[in-house]
């Protein structure tokens, strides 16, 4: 079965005082309905993945909720462009690392989510200065 994105799309993110990400996100959670694969998810990373030390593969988080009788979860794509992007529209923020996601309990966690995006915000730019030079060199101006 296809996931719904439509839920990702009713978060109400304007309306959150700023707090931890712990409670923005159990409050974002608690705005979806019960059975939604995107509540499913927070409820899990609030459950297992807190913090840095504690985070879990897409990999580990698809296993246990299936085995937990969760259906019509997304693909992790899916989860990175739905729930996790809303999340980051708000001040929810869930913390991401090349191992996995979880959710951001102190500063150092917040860095490790920092030094992800650091890393791959200069790589993407590397390619785009690299696909600019190829564009110039294939297509130059006269």
Request: proline share 2%; glycine share 8%.
């Given at each position: 079965m296809r996931h719904d994105l439509e839920s990702t799309r009713k978060f109400k993110c304007d309306n959150l005082a700023p707090m931890a990400f712990y409670e923005t996100c159990?409050?974002?959670a608690k705005d979806l309905k019960e059975d939604d694969p995107n509540r499913k998810i927070l409820e899990y990373l609030l459950t297992n993945a807190v913090g840095r030390k504690n985070l879990k593969s897409w990999d580990k988080i698809e296993t246990d909720l299936v085995a937990a009788g969760v259906e019509n979860l997304p693909s992790k794509?899916?989860?990175?462009?739905?729930?996790?992007?809303?999340?980051?529209?708000?001040?929810?923020?869930?913390?991401?690392?090349?191992?996995?996601?979880?959710?951001?309990?102190?500063?150092?966690?917040?860095?490790?989510?920092?030094?992800?995006?650091?890393?791959?915000?200069t790589t993407q730019a590397a390619r785009l200065d690299k696909l600019q030079k190829l564009i110039e060199r294939q297509y130059p101006i006269d």
């Open positions: 159990q409050n974002l794509e899916n989860f990175q462009t739905g729930l996790l992007g809303k999340t980051r529209e708000c001040e929810a923020f869930i913390g991401s690392s090349p191992k996995g996601f979880f959710i951001i309990n102190d500063r150092e966690d917040a860095y490790v989510t920092r030094d992800f995006y650091i890393k791959r915000i």
